[in-house]
């Protein structure tokens, strides 16, 4: 096993590279950039990315008016790459670009980037006077928040009720219970907030929960060593989050609890289950000493998603509409942005625990059967 963890650890180095270089040239290419919002920005016609989904941006007419204007009496800048540029002095757009690293060639900037990645220095944010990484540092508690509960959450819960189900499988309990989730996996997450908000966090109905933020205003200054200390604060902190995860884990309850019972089912038709009670074997005996095992390699396979999603790419709509300022919101952001040091760390930082996460399933398959040897398999 230790050769194979071996081989799959190298394996990372290769998979990181063509990810960064894929993406790295998909941006070349993509229309926009940070030249460009900057010259955006100047010009007036520049929108944050929440202006963009609300439509708050009014002032985009003005601005290409006055752009219109300023490019009449300037043609020295005419011919330049970048939209917008039109009466900007030339050596400006050159020292703008000089700023964010494009007076250098595309293989150049990238193997320059490559090489900080691996010391995990990740520069600063183009539109920001901050780091990427104290950035990410930043936003990681509002993310680990979501992605820790509504995992845990989801794993406690769907899998008792999916063995349950499997058990009771074609009763009035498997059938009622497959409805529920049925239609809680319809129903979209960011709805189910919304309705959450309407019902138990607004004014039209009652104020039980918070509508905004992971704390209240008197533990905002709170560290986390503070706030573990404070049964107030720990309490505050829940309190917040109640609603966000019940959005997000409704629909990550129907999965893994049919995946649970589809899973459990297989294995209690097959003939070690009959074996096993003709021996005598209590029912618990047969499903957590023999089928659980068996059964749960396919929960097992579907975790590094499921972890990466919960973590990362599952929240931006829920930490928009409760004013939660985690990495999803940050990612969107910075891709609407051209803010490429964040969107590159978050890109790179995302695959990185994805490609571990892998690897540390391989070895929890081991864990938990011992009769599988990634190492003696053919490939």
């Known amino acids: 096993m230790a050769a194979y963890l071996l081989k799959r650890l190298l394996l990372v180095i290769p998979t990181m590279l063509g990810i960064m270089a894929i993406s790295f040239i998909i941006v070349q290419f993509a229309p926009g950039g940070p030249v460009e919002r900057v010259i955006a920005q100047l010009t007036g016609t520049g929108v944050n990315a929440t202006e963009r989904i609300s439509g708050s941006g009014g002032d985009g007419l003005a601005g290409q008016a006055a752009q219109s204007q300023q490019g009449q009496g300037v043609g020295e800048a005419a011919g330049s790459k970048y939209r917008g540029a039109q009466g900007l002095d030339p050596e400006f757009i050159k020292s703008l670009e000089k700023q964010f690293g494009f007076d250098k060639p595309a293989h150049e900037r990238f193997f320059l980037m490559m090489k900080n990645y691996l010391m995990f220095d990740f520069g600063k944010s183009y539109f920001r006077d901050i780091s990427v990484i ?9 993310s680990i928040s979501l992605g820790l509960w509504m995992t845990l959450l989801t794993y406690l819960i769907s899998i008792p009720l999916g063995i349950r189900k499997a058990v009771r499988d074609g009763e009035p309990f498997d059938t009622w219970t497959s409805g529920v989730l049925v239609l809680g996996y319809a129903v979209p997450g960011f709805l189910v907030a919304v309705l959450l908000l309407v019902l138990f966090a607004g004014s039209s109905f009652v104020q039980w929960f918070p509508s905004r933020g992971l704390q209240s205003e008197q533990f905002a200054g709170y560290s986390f060593s503070q706030c573990a200390a404070s049964i107030a604060c720990v309490g505050d902190y829940f ?5 966000p995860i019940i959005a997000m884990a409704l629909g990550a309850f129907t999965t893994m609890a049919f995946l649970t019972k589809n899973s459990f089912l297989d294995e209690i038709r097959k003939q070690y289950v009959v074996t096993a009670r003709a021996k005598g074997l ?3 005996q047969v499903l ?4 659980f095992r068996n059964a749960m390699l396919l929960i097992i396979a579907g975790f590094p998603g499921a972890f990466i999603s919960a973590f990362f790419s599952g929240s931006l709509l829920i930490e928009t509409i409760f ?3 985690g990495l999803g919101l940050l990612s969107f952001e910075s891709i609407i942005n051209r803010d490429y040091p964040v969107v590159f760390a978050n890109l790179y930082i995302f695959a990185l625990v994805g490609l571990v996460v892998n690897i540390v399933t391989d070895f929890i398959y081991t864990l938990v059967d011992p009769r599988i040897d990634f190492e003696s398999r053919e490939v």
């Open 282 to 284: 209590s029912e618990s």
């Open 239 to 243: 309190w917040h989050l109640t609603l």
């Open 134 to 142: 104290e950035l990410i540092k930043e936003k990681l508690p509002v």
């Open 288 to 291: 957590y000493g023999h089928v």
């Open 323 to 325: 004013s939660l300022d």
